[in-house]
Protein backbone atom coordinates (compact mmCIF):
# COMPACT_ATOMS: atom_id res chain seq x y z
CA UNK A 1 0.00 0.00 0.00
CA UNK A 2 0.91 3.37 -0.31
CA UNK A 3 1.89 5.37 2.75
CA UNK A 4 3.54 8.48 4.43
CA UNK A 5 4.89 9.09 7.62
CA UNK A 6 5.25 12.31 9.78
CA UNK A 7 5.96 12.87 13.50
CA UNK A 8 2.54 13.71 14.68
CA UNK A 9 3.59 16.51 17.19
CA UNK A 10 6.77 18.63 17.41
CA UNK A 11 7.71 21.47 20.10
CA UNK A 12 10.17 24.30 19.63
CA UNK A 13 11.38 27.75 20.63
CA UNK A 14 10.57 30.98 18.96
CA UNK A 15 13.60 32.12 17.23
CA UNK A 16 15.04 28.87 17.09
CA UNK A 17 15.06 25.96 14.05
CA UNK A 18 13.26 22.74 13.49
CA UNK A 19 13.23 20.19 11.04
CA UNK A 20 9.57 18.39 9.97
CA UNK A 21 10.81 14.98 8.60
CA UNK A 22 8.91 12.83 5.79
CA UNK A 23 9.35 9.08 4.46
CA UNK A 24 7.41 7.81 2.03
CA UNK A 25 6.23 4.30 0.08
CA UNK A 26 4.06 5.06 -2.99
CA UNK A 27 3.61 3.47 -6.29
CA UNK A 28 5.98 5.34 -8.31
CA UNK A 29 7.17 9.23 -7.95
CA UNK A 30 5.64 12.42 -9.36
CA UNK A 31 6.84 15.13 -6.99
CA UNK A 32 6.53 15.92 -2.99
CA UNK A 33 4.72 18.95 -1.79
CA UNK A 34 4.68 20.48 2.10
CA UNK A 35 1.61 22.79 2.58
CA UNK A 36 1.20 24.70 6.17
CA UNK A 37 -2.19 24.61 7.91
CA UNK A 38 -3.46 26.86 11.02
CA UNK A 39 -6.34 25.49 13.30
CA UNK A 40 -9.74 26.17 10.83
CA UNK A 41 -8.33 27.33 8.05
CA UNK A 42 -7.42 25.61 4.31
CA UNK A 43 -4.02 24.14 3.75
CA UNK A 44 -1.39 26.69 1.93
CA UNK A 45 1.15 25.69 -0.30
CA UNK A 46 5.11 25.85 0.61
CA UNK A 47 6.99 23.84 -1.71
CA UNK A 48 7.56 21.27 -4.19
CA UNK A 49 9.99 18.97 -5.09
CA UNK A 50 10.71 16.60 -7.67
CA UNK A 51 14.43 16.47 -8.21
CA UNK A 52 16.77 15.73 -5.32
CA UNK A 53 18.46 18.28 -3.43
CA UNK A 54 17.47 21.63 -1.22
CA UNK A 55 15.07 24.44 -2.19
CA UNK A 56 15.20 27.34 -0.19
CA UNK A 57 12.23 30.11 0.17
CA UNK A 58 13.45 32.05 2.75
CA UNK A 59 12.94 31.40 6.65
CA UNK A 60 11.66 27.71 4.46
CA UNK A 61 13.70 25.24 3.21
CA UNK A 62 12.64 22.05 1.74
CA UNK A 63 15.08 19.13 0.93
CA UNK A 64 14.26 15.09 -0.97
CA UNK A 65 16.34 12.26 -1.14
CA UNK A 66 13.85 10.38 -3.72
CA UNK A 67 16.24 7.07 -3.48
CA UNK A 68 15.44 7.06 0.35
CA UNK A 69 12.02 7.91 -0.08
CA UNK A 70 12.86 11.01 2.36
CA UNK A 71 11.89 14.53 2.76
CA UNK A 72 12.03 17.21 5.20
CA UNK A 73 11.03 20.80 5.99
CA UNK A 74 13.34 23.26 7.71
CA UNK A 75 12.21 26.18 9.36
CA UNK A 76 14.10 28.71 10.64
CA UNK A 77 13.96 31.63 13.11
CA UNK A 78 10.95 30.49 13.92
CA UNK A 79 8.11 32.69 14.75
CA UNK A 80 4.71 32.28 16.65
CA UNK A 81 2.77 32.47 13.24
CA UNK A 82 4.68 29.40 12.25
CA UNK A 83 2.55 27.48 15.39
CA UNK A 84 0.71 25.26 12.73
CA UNK A 85 0.25 21.68 11.33
CA UNK A 86 2.84 20.85 7.85
CA UNK A 87 1.61 18.43 5.51
CA UNK A 88 3.78 16.60 3.57
CA UNK A 89 1.78 15.06 0.23
CA UNK A 90 3.29 12.79 -2.53
CA UNK A 91 2.34 12.46 -5.90
CA UNK A 92 1.93 9.00 -7.07
CA UNK A 93 2.45 7.24 -10.95
CA UNK A 94 -0.97 8.12 -11.34
CA UNK A 95 -0.92 11.65 -10.23
CA UNK A 96 -2.85 10.74 -7.42
CA UNK A 97 -1.86 13.30 -4.64
CA UNK A 98 -1.15 11.03 -1.21
CA UNK A 99 -1.56 12.74 1.71
CA UNK A 100 0.06 12.38 5.08
CA UNK A 101 -1.86 13.33 8.41
CA UNK A 102 0.41 15.88 9.62
CA UNK A 103 3.00 17.36 11.75
CA UNK A 104 1.18 19.80 14.55
CA UNK A 105 4.00 22.38 15.16
CA UNK A 106 3.98 24.00 18.89
CA UNK A 107 6.27 27.37 19.02
CA UNK A 108 7.12 28.35 22.49
CA UNK A 109 8.49 31.71 23.53
CA UNK B 1 -1.54 30.84 -7.14
CA UNK B 2 -5.04 30.47 -7.47
CA UNK B 3 -8.23 32.37 -7.06
CA UNK B 4 -10.63 30.01 -5.42
CA UNK B 5 -14.03 30.54 -3.72
CA UNK B 6 -16.34 28.38 -1.72
CA UNK B 7 -19.80 29.05 -0.39
CA UNK B 8 -20.65 29.18 2.59
CA UNK B 9 -18.53 29.67 4.34
CA UNK B 10 -20.51 28.21 7.77
CA UNK B 11 -23.54 26.55 7.73
CA UNK B 12 -25.96 24.77 10.07
CA UNK B 13 -28.63 22.41 8.46
CA UNK B 14 -31.31 19.72 10.34
CA UNK B 15 -30.75 16.32 8.93
CA UNK B 16 -32.20 14.87 5.82
CA UNK B 17 -31.92 18.55 4.03
CA UNK B 18 -30.83 18.64 0.78
CA UNK B 19 -27.51 20.93 0.39
CA UNK B 20 -25.08 22.38 -2.01
CA UNK B 21 -21.73 23.53 -1.40
CA UNK B 22 -20.04 26.09 -3.91
CA UNK B 23 -16.61 26.04 -5.45
CA UNK B 24 -15.70 28.24 -8.03
CA UNK B 25 -11.78 29.15 -9.00
CA UNK B 26 -11.16 31.55 -11.72
CA UNK B 27 -7.99 30.28 -12.73
CA UNK B 28 -8.65 28.23 -15.36
CA UNK B 29 -7.26 25.08 -13.59
CA UNK B 30 -9.16 21.96 -15.43
CA UNK B 31 -8.42 19.91 -12.71
CA UNK B 32 -10.57 20.26 -9.05
CA UNK B 33 -11.39 18.21 -6.09
CA UNK B 34 -13.17 17.99 -3.09
CA UNK B 35 -11.39 16.75 0.30
CA UNK B 36 -13.35 16.52 3.54
CA UNK B 37 -11.21 16.74 7.21
CA UNK B 38 -12.42 16.44 10.52
CA UNK B 39 -10.25 18.81 13.04
CA UNK B 40 -6.88 17.82 13.41
CA UNK B 41 -7.39 14.73 11.07
CA UNK B 42 -5.96 13.79 7.83
CA UNK B 43 -7.35 15.24 4.38
CA UNK B 44 -9.80 12.60 2.56
CA UNK B 45 -10.34 13.11 -1.23
CA UNK B 46 -14.30 12.49 -2.09
CA UNK B 47 -14.04 13.75 -5.79
CA UNK B 48 -11.98 15.15 -8.22
CA UNK B 49 -12.46 16.85 -11.67
CA UNK B 50 -10.22 16.24 -14.80
CA UNK B 51 -12.11 19.13 -16.77
CA UNK B 52 -15.69 19.91 -17.99
CA UNK B 53 -17.92 16.98 -17.90
CA UNK B 54 -15.41 14.81 -16.17
CA UNK B 55 -16.22 13.47 -12.16
CA UNK B 56 -14.49 11.04 -10.16
CA UNK B 57 -15.29 9.58 -6.64
CA UNK B 58 -11.97 9.38 -4.43
CA UNK B 59 -10.84 7.45 -1.86
CA UNK B 60 -13.44 8.04 0.85
CA UNK B 61 -17.24 6.91 0.27
CA UNK B 62 -19.59 9.46 0.37
CA UNK B 63 -23.31 10.03 0.33
CA UNK B 64 -22.69 13.48 -2.54
CA UNK B 65 -22.05 14.37 -6.05
CA UNK B 66 -20.43 16.52 -7.90
CA UNK B 67 -20.72 18.05 -11.62
CA UNK B 68 -18.55 19.88 -13.72
CA UNK B 69 -20.36 21.42 -16.11
CA UNK B 70 -18.01 24.76 -16.54
CA UNK B 71 -14.41 25.02 -15.97
CA UNK B 72 -14.43 27.49 -12.70
CA UNK B 73 -17.31 26.22 -11.36
CA UNK B 74 -17.33 22.20 -9.43
CA UNK B 75 -20.62 22.31 -6.55
CA UNK B 76 -20.90 19.43 -4.10
CA UNK B 77 -24.27 18.76 -3.22
CA UNK B 78 -25.76 16.04 -0.18
CA UNK B 79 -29.06 15.15 -0.86
CA UNK B 80 -29.79 14.24 2.57
CA UNK B 81 -27.31 15.65 5.16
CA UNK B 82 -26.88 13.56 8.30
CA UNK B 83 -25.21 13.99 11.38
CA UNK B 84 -22.07 12.00 9.91
CA UNK B 85 -21.82 14.45 7.56
CA UNK B 86 -20.28 16.96 10.15
CA UNK B 87 -17.23 18.14 9.01
CA UNK B 88 -15.22 20.60 6.90
CA UNK B 89 -15.03 20.43 3.02
CA UNK B 90 -12.18 21.77 0.87
CA UNK B 91 -12.31 22.61 -2.50
CA UNK B 92 -8.83 22.53 -4.35
CA UNK B 93 -7.71 23.11 -8.06
CA UNK B 94 -4.30 22.55 -9.35
CA UNK B 95 -2.28 24.11 -11.97
CA UNK B 96 -1.13 21.87 -15.06
CA UNK B 97 2.75 22.80 -14.78
CA UNK B 98 3.14 20.89 -11.21
CA UNK B 99 -0.25 19.92 -10.18
CA UNK B 100 0.29 21.60 -7.25
CA UNK B 101 -2.96 22.26 -5.35
CA UNK B 102 -4.75 25.34 -4.38
CA UNK B 103 -7.37 25.24 -1.62
CA UNK B 104 -10.87 27.47 -1.19
CA UNK B 105 -10.97 28.83 2.51
CA UNK B 106 -13.32 25.95 2.96
CA UNK B 107 -16.92 25.20 4.47
CA UNK B 108 -17.74 24.31 7.93
CA UNK B 109 -21.12 21.84 8.12
CA UNK B 110 -22.49 21.39 11.04
CA UNK B 111 -25.70 18.88 11.03
CA UNK B 112 -28.12 18.54 13.57
Known amino acids: GQNIDQPTEMTATEGAIVQINCTYQTSGFNGLFWYQQHAGEAPTFLSY??LDGLEEKGRFSSFLSRSKGYSYLLLKELQMKDSASYLC??????????WGAGTKLIIKP | EADIYQTPRYLVIGTGKKITLECSQT?????MYWYQQDPGMELHLIHY???????EKGDLSSESTVSRIRTEHFPLTLESARPSHTSQYLC???????????FGPGTRLTVL
Open chain 2, 49 to 55: SYGVNST
Open chain 1, 49 to 50: NV
Open chain 2, 27 to 31: MGHDK
Open chain 1, 89 to 98: AVMDSNYQLI
Open chain 2, 92 to 102: ASSEKETDTQY
